[in-house]
Nanobody, 126 residues
Framework: QVQLVESGGGLVQAGGSLRLSCAAS????????MGWYRQAPGRQRELVAA???????NYADSVKGRFTISRDNAKKTVYLQMNSLKSEDTGVYYC????????????????????WGQGTQVTVSS
């Protein structure tokens, strides 16, 4: 089975920084795109940032210039460096990954599955 485990959330004052990490483990053949989503109370889950296996990145307009997504393929880990945090960045942050499992059928067909972490709370106080 595949697991995504997030860490690094917490409480920070506006203008501060946090770094989130998400490590993938389990029977993984290939780790494709990875990303971070967030969900604020009463709002839909939204994409914050994504990174492909070769390092191409995509950001929500609201975080461009403040957040940086990166990955370490050897460690099967994706990071989100969040600077100049604002109160509107508050929410539960979820890690997402598109993964090809190591079972023979998935390896032959290159069929991937979508996985989510359990979420980590980020609270920015103004």
């Amino acid at each position: 089975q595949v697991q995504l485990v997030e860490s690094g959330g917490g409480l920070v004052q506006a203008g501060g920084s946090l770094r989130l990490s998400c490590a993938a483990s389990g029977t993984i053949f290939r780790l494709n795109a990875m990303g971070w989503y967030r969900q604020a109370p009463g709002r839909q889950r939204e994409l914050v940032a994504a990174i492909t296996s070769n390092g191409s990145t995509n950001y929500a307009d609201s975080v461009k210039g403040r957040f940086t997504i990166s990955r370490d393929n050897a460690k099967k880990t994706v990071y989100l460096q969040m600077n100049s945090l604002k109160s509107e960045d508050t929410g539960v942050y979820y890690c997402n990954a598109d993964i090809i499992n190591a079972d023979i059928i998935s390896r032959v067909t290159l069929r991937s599955s979508d996985y989510w972490g359990q979420g980590t709370q980020v609270t920015v106080s103004s």
